[in-house]
């Protein structure tokens, strides 16, 4: 199957799940505000609008964590908050691009251009981070056919905040609620992919919740996935730079 023709079938199929699972638009789609230059901790989300995470793929545990995420940029970084109602929170990957998948984890997929790869930030409780340049997420036996972790020197350049300690170990089985707050600068983006346009532009993006290896697993996406694969790009939603 050609690429195109293979994309075209991925898109077909995200369409059907947003309209199984009773969405209102084929394609989601999320408001970044514009805000003025400011530090992470002083960074006002309350102007952010509010999108939640509450599609839940089927192989997850019982477990319904309530997910919603606020993104704001001013033209030279993103501002990105996750806050989540959670239970069995788990944390102990704690070295730059460790899988932090397998802890509770957020995760930030964003396209900010056309024809180009995207960037996957995922980042645990306790404020780790994994972060690569995906050009061709089509799964090989060694993972992804092409990637690039993204360099530490670049890596240190987001600025994270969590509510959590680094290191969240036994489990928190009771409910607990954390958040994730990081600045993101825009030129981090364009060391991989040429200068980008940082307002007025539609990027695409998906948020996601996940915990692979907690004792109760789960996987939850903003714009549905066809598969338990969040590394599919033809199923993100929409990111609208004010």
């Not at 998906?206 to 714009?223: E, M, Q, R, V």
Request: proline share 6%.
């Amino acid at each position: 199957m050609g690429q195109e023709i293979r994309r075209s079938v991925v898109a077909l199929a995200c369409l059907v799940g947003a309209l199984a699972q009773g969405e209102e638009k084929a394609m989601m789609r999320y408001a970044v505000r514009r805000v003025a230059a400011t530090a992470l901790a002083e960074a006002d989300f309350s102007r952010a609008e509010v999108g939640r995470i509450g599609q839940v793929r089927p192989e997850s545990s019982e477990h319904r964590p309530e997910v919603t995420f606020r993104v704001l940029h001013d033209g030279a970084n993103l501002y990105v908050r996750f806050d989540v109602k959670d239970r069995y929170v788990r944390s102990v990957q704690t070295a730059y691009q460790a899988p932090v998948c397998t802890d509770s984890c957020v995760e930030f997929f964003v396209q900010p251009k056309a024809a180009k790869g995207y960037f996957n930030f995922e980042v645990n409780a306790g404020g780790t981070l994994l972060l690569s340049y995906v050009e061709d997420p089509t799964r090989t036996a060694k993972g992804l056919a092409k990637f690039t972790p993204v360099p530490e020197a670049w890596g240190r350049r987001v600025e994270i905040r969590s509510s959590l300690p680094p290191v969240v170990e036994p489990e928190i089985a009771a409910p607990v609620t954390w958040h994730v707050c990081y600045k993101l600068p825009m030129a981090l983006f364009e060391e991989f992919v040429g200068e980008v346009e940082k307002g007025g532009e539609v990027w695409r993006a998906n948020f996601y919740k996940c915990g692979d290896k907690t004792s109760h697993p789960h996987w939850l996406a903003w714009s549905p996935v066809t598969a338990l694969n969040f590394h599919l790009p033809d199923c993100f939603g929409e990111l609208a730079l004010e």
